[in-house]
């Protein structure tokens, strides 16, 4: 232990710190991606709650169709985006390769190609709504089509950046197995 102000050892000027050893580059690279990644999978999981209440609102009938409107077909595949969520979540606390893979290829599938599905789907209503100002849908007296878009901008963001950082903990990842076999 040292202090600034107390006694120092003998000998030394106290730039002898070159000498100590440092946590490698790829654990801390880990550790801070592996955070960024924790908090992508909270936001996806508060989207894909929202997306789920929206369908289990409208398929139960627990509220008017006026207050919260019937979901969009791409909203059914989007539910099963919660198979990539899972996948990287159980990847990260033993930093499994394989499950970081499956996370990022069903992103693709079950996360990213519903909304690119959807945005096409809801374009014609969202021409309608900014032409001419009529709206058929609403949840909660907002344009349903609006409100949508919305979600679908914020996880379009989430999943690209899911998928970024998770390709950089796939490379951290790597590398440091790569060394420790050669060791």
């Known amino acids: ?33 592996k955070s960024e990644v924790r908090k992508l999978n909270f936001v996806h999981l508060l989207i894909w709650l929202l997306v789920a209440a929206q369908v289990t609102v409208s398929h139960f009938n627990l509220v008017s169709h006026d207050t919260v409107s019937a979901p969009y077909q791409w909203e059914y595949p989007y539910l099963l985006s919660f198979l990539p969520l899972f996948s990287s979540s159980v990847s990260l606390p033993k930093n499994n390769i ?15 190609a519903p909304l690119i599905y959807g945005s096409m789907e809801m374009f014609p209503v969202a021409q309608l709504l900014y032409r001419h100002g009529k709206a058929y849908r609403f949840i909660f007296g907002f344009s349903a089509v609006t409100v949508m878009y919305l979600v679908m901008v914020v996880a379009v963001q989430v999943h690209a950046w899911q998928i970024y950082y998770s390709k950089k903990l796939l490379d951290s990842w790597f590398n440091a197995t790569q060394e420790k076999k050669k060791k």
């Open 1 to 33: 232990m040292t202090s600034r102000g107390g006694p120092r050892a003998a000998g030394t000027d106290g730039s002898d710190f070159k000498h100590r050893e440092k946590v490698a580059s790829h654990y801390q690279m880990s550790a801070s991606l």
């Open 98 to 112: 394989s499950y970081l893979v499956i996370s990022m290829i069903s992103s693709g599938l079950f996360s990213v």
